[in-house]
């Protein structure tokens, strides 16, 4: 039977929820024990990697050409670099350390309302078919020469 609220969840989990707990757990508390002045980047890059590499956990039945397996039921995927997850972290530890604790939840929030929508509108399915269509893209662009086009030299 269909949960009535399964959509309002599947949006605050995604939109609100997920986002939050990130915050709090790698860049709020982090932030509150580094007690120097300034982004102190030896604390903000190793979270934002730990930060990054989170969203590489799948289930260990997804299907990856390589990964380490952490559980019985999970793994590491190192199938693609989590670059704009770590961009984000690195972006959210400087928010942190410059603005306070709020400005990099606002942030992180702002940012996850897009995939939150995606998510709510066509379902679990429709944002995996776009991280994959992302790593294709991105495969695409690795192996093409730079176009100069009109204004090559």
């Known amino acids: 039977e269909r949960n009535p609220n399964a959509l309002t969840e ?6 609100v929820a997920a986002p939050v707990a990130e915050e709090l757990l790698f860049r709020v508390v982090p932030s509150l024990l580094t007690r120097k002045e300034g982004a102190c980047w ?6 934002s990697l730990a930060y990054a590499m989170v969203h590489n956990l799948v289930p ?5 050409d390589r990964s380490i ?9 190192l199938d693609y670099v989590p670059l704009t997850q770590f961009v984000l ?10 603005y306070g604790e ?3 939840v606002l942030a992180h929030v702002i940012n996850n309302q897009i995939p939150a929508v995606a998510l709510v509108w066509g379902g679990r399915q429709t944002h995996e078919e776009f ?6 893209e991105l495969k695409q662009v690795d192996g093409l020469e730079p176009n100069m086009g009109d204004c090559g030299a």
Do not use: D, N
Request: hydrophobic share 40%.
């Open 10 to 15: 599947m949006y605050f989990h995604a939109g």
């Open 42 to 47: 030896s604390v903000g890059i190793p979270t």
């Open 60 to 64: 260990s039945h997804v299907e990856s």
């Open 69 to 77: 397996r952490l559980s019985p039921t999970t793994k590491l995927s």
């Open 89 to 98: 972290g690195a972006f959210c530890w400087y928010l942190a350390r410059r």
């Open 102 to 104: 709020v400005a990099p």
């Open 131 to 136: 991280q994959q269509l992302f790593v294709q």
